[in-house]
């Protein structure tokens, strides 16, 4: 009969550990693969939460950057451009200066005018050298975004530098500016100045000129008028000023070609005759032409005379005159009959004092004009048209 099966007895060839052996040790393997587990994902996630921030930091950084990058590349730019005009408008007005110079023959500008004008323009030149060497400065150029924080970080470095720079480029050009600016008054100013010194001398030129004809006078004052105007250097100065230099050497070239047509044994007295007549009528134009007969009359002792005139501005008139009236003067005669010319020249100015409808009236006038100068001989139109009225006379002491 065989033995009876205990629990507590192992069967053969097998063995067996206690329960709560076998229990614990299974536990403890479990809790170290959790606390394991544990260990890694929190170091995963905090390490995920740095690259985060970095990342983000970056991200930020580097906008920020690139925000203030993009803004100092405008001012620049916009300064580059503001330069660059002030720069073009020096150089458009320096080479109108330059072609003034060009341009003057030496007949009217003071030449000290011109000294300060060469100067302004050598100064001018080197203002423009200054800033067209700023403005060969190229602007730096931001490239494409990087990807990763460690180079966001880098490139946004970068930026701050280029910023640093394009403030400084950006000073520089400014600086620019007032030098450009103060350089183009300097050569306006001494340009107008230039321009208008041959303006003003037109004046006395015309005072040197006295034979000259009445349309060249004419054409010197208005070319003299528009050169005075002038208010900045541009083409229309330059056409303005080789206008009135072209006016000044025609009133020169008309004075020689009536002094020539004058020229002769009589030419002295001629030209006293004539200043005599132009300063019985001051401001008046007068101009003058010579003939063997004038009005039917020059030969056997008669003398002749005959104006015209002009009822529009300027005051003016051409008086011919026998060659009669030179070779007797200075004669009462000729005063007289001189005075008797330049009253018709004169009513220019005083057209409502006199009736100017008939021949009559208008030679009366003429001689009640030179009777009121003091010129009694009949020669001053008594002998030719009668005594003129007395209110003729009076009126005509208004009219000088």
């Given at each position: 009969?065989?033995?009876?099966?205990?629990?507590?007895?192992?069967?053969?060839?097998?063995?067996?550990?206690?329960?709560?052996?076998?229990?614990?040790?299974?536990?403890?393997?479990?809790?170290?693969?959790?606390?394991?587990?544990?260990?890694?994902?929190?170091?995963?996630?905090?390490?995920?939460?740095?690259?985060?921030?970095?990342?983000?930091?970056?991200?930020?950084?580097?906008?920020?950057?690139?925000?203030?990058?993009?803004?100092?590349?405008?001012?620049?730019?916009?300064?580059?451009?503001?330069?660059?005009?002030?720069?073009?408008?020096?150089?458009?007005?320096?080479?109108?200066?330059?072609?003034?110079?060009?341009?003057?023959?030496?007949?009217?500008?003071?030449?000290?005018?011109?000294?300060?004008?060469?100067?302004?323009?050598?100064?001018?030149?080197?203002?423009?050298?200054?800033?067209?060497?700023?403005?060969?400065?190229?602007?730096?150029?931001?490239?494409?975004?990087?990807?990763?924080?460690?180079?966001?970080?880098?490139?946004?470095?970068?930026?701050?530098?280029?910023?640093?720079?394009?403030?400084?480029?950006?000073?520089?050009?400014?600086?620019?500016?007032?030098?450009?600016?103060?350089?183009?008054?300097?050569?306006?100013?001494?340009?107008?100045?230039?321009?208008?010194?041959?303006?003003?001398?037109?004046?006395?030129?015309?005072?040197?000129?006295?034979?000259?004809?009445?349309?060249?006078?004419?054409?010197?004052?208005?070319?003299?008028?528009?050169?005075?105007?002038?208010?900045?250097?541009?083409?229309?100065?330059?056409?303005?000023?080789?206008?009135?230099?072209?006016?000044?050497?025609?009133?020169?070239?008309?004075?020689?070609?009536?002094?020539?047509?004058?020229?002769?044994?009589?030419?002295?007295?001629?030209?006293?005759?004539?200043?005599?007549?132009?300063?019985?009528?001051?401001?008046?134009?007068?101009?003058?032409?010579?003939?063997?007969?004038?009005?039917?009359?020059?030969?056997?002792?008669?003398?002749?005379?005959?104006?015209?005139?002009?009822?529009?501005?300027?005051?003016?008139?051409?008086?011919?005159?026998?060659?009669?009236?030179?070779?007797?003067?200075?004669?009462?005669?000729?005063?007289a009959l001189v005075a008797h010319?330049?009253?018709?020249?004169?009513?220019?100015?005083?057209e409502e004092m006199y009736d100017?409808?008939?021949?009559?009236?208008?030679?009366?006038?003429?001689?009640?004009?030179?009777?009121?100068?003091?010129?009694?001989?009949?020669?001053?139109?008594?002998?030719?048209?009668?005594?003129?009225?007395?209110?003729?006379?009076?009126?005509?002491?208004?009219?000088?």
């Open positions: 009969m065989s033995a009876p099966f205990s629990a507590a007895q192992p069967s053969l060839g097998g063995h067996a550990l206690p329960a709560h052996i076998v229990s614990g040790s299974q536990t403890t393997r479990n809790r170290r693969r959790t606390a394991g587990l544990l260990f890694g994902t929190v170091g995963a996630l905090v390490a995920a939460g740095i690259l985060g921030a970095l990342q983000l930091s970056a991200n930020l950084g580097y906008d920020d950057a690139r925000a203030e990058f993009d803004v100092a590349v405008d001012s620049a730019q916009d300064t580059m451009s503001e330069v660059a005009l002030s720069a073009d408008e020096l150089v458009a007005t320096s080479d109108t200066a330059t072609l003034l110079l060009d341009r003057d023959s030496g007949i009217l500008a003071d030449p000290v005018a011109k000294d300060v004008l060469v100067s302004s323009v050598a100064e001018a030149a080197d203002a423009a050298a200054s800033a067209d060497q700023a403005l060969e400065a190229e602007l730096p150029v931001a490239g494409a975004k990087p990807t990763f924080f460690w180079e966001l970080f880098g490139v946004a470095d970068d930026l701050h530098l280029e910023i640093e720079r394009l403030e400084d480029l950006d000073a520089e050009l400014r600086d620019e500016t007032p030098a450009l600016v103060t350089a183009e008054t300097a050569m306006t100013d001494a340009g107008l100045a230039f321009v208008g010194s041959a303006a003003t001398a037109a004046t006395s030129f015309e005072a040197a000129h006295l034979s000259a004809r009445n349309d060249d006078v004419i054409a010197l004052r208005d070319a003299a008028s528009t050169a005075a105007g002038a208010s900045a250097l541009d083409d229309t100065v330059v056409t303005g000023f080789v206008a009135l230099q072209d006016a000044a050497a025609q009133v020169s070239a008309s004075q020689e070609a009536e002094l020539a047509e004058k020229a002769g044994p009589l030419q002295g007295v001629r030209l006293e005759i004539e200043a005599f007549a132009r300063s019985l009528a001051p401001g008046v134009l007068l101009e003058f032409d010579w003939n063997r007969i004038v009005n039917g009359a020059g030969e056997n002792g008669s003398m002749g005379g005959l104006t015209t005139w002009w009822w529009d501005e300027p005051d003016r008139a051409v008086i011919e005159l026998s060659n009669s009236v030179a070779e007797q003067w200075p004669a009462d005669r000729s005063k010319e330049v009253g018709h020249a004169i009513s220019v100015k005083c100017s409808s008939t021949q009559d009236s208008i030679e009366k006038w003429a001689t009640a004009w030179a009777i009121g100068m003091g010129f009694t001989d009949d020669a001053n139109g008594v002998w030719a048209y009668g005594y003129p009225p007395q209110s003729y006379i009076d009126a005509s002491y208004g009219c000088r």
